[in-house]
C-alpha cells in the first residue's frame, strides 16, 4: 500500500467564478459574527485566487501590505477593506438582519 499525500485545503483553488466568490464570501460573513479577521482572512483568499500582483497595483497597496492584512493575522484598516473589495469587483451590500424593535430614531 503506498503513502497517501496530503496538502492543506485552500480555498483561493476553488474560487474559479464571480459567482463562486460571492457565495464563498456571503458564507465567510455569515459565519464571522464578529470576527472580523475572519472576513479580512476570506478576502486574501480571494485576493489570491484573482491574483495578488494585480490587487496590488489597483489599490495602490504593496504586495507584502495586503498579504499581511489579509492574512488573518493583521488589522487592516476599515479604508484597507473598501479598497480591496471595490478591487476585487465587490460591494458591501446593507441588509437589515433583524427588525427593530421598541426603537425610536435617534435623537440629533
Known amino acids: 500500500m503506498g503513502t497517501l499525500k496530503l496538502r492543506k485545503w485552500d480555498s483561493a483553488e476553488h474560487l474559479k467564478t464571480e459567482e463562486d466568490t460571492v457565495l464563498y464570501l456571503e458564507a465567510c460573513m455569515e459565519e464571522a459574527g464578529d470576527d472580523a479577521a475572519f ?3 476570506a478576502l486574501g483568499h480571494i485576493a489570491r485566487a484573482k491574483g495578488m500582483t494585480q490587487l496590488a497595483k489597483e489599490t495602490g ?7 499581511k492584512a489579509l492574512s488573518g493575522e493583521g488589522n487592516p484598516s476599515f479604508a484597507t ?3 480591496v473589495m471595490r478591487a476585487l469587483g465587490l ?3 446593507p441588509e437589515i438582519a433583524h427588525a427593530w424593535e421598541n426603537s425610536t430614531p435617534a435623537q440629533t
Do not use: D, Q
Open 81 to 83: 477593506i473598501l479598497k
Open 39 to 41: 472576513i479580512a482572512k
Open 61 to 67: 497597496l504593496g504586495r507584502e501590505s495586503l498579504y
Open 91 to 93: 460591494k458591501l451590500h
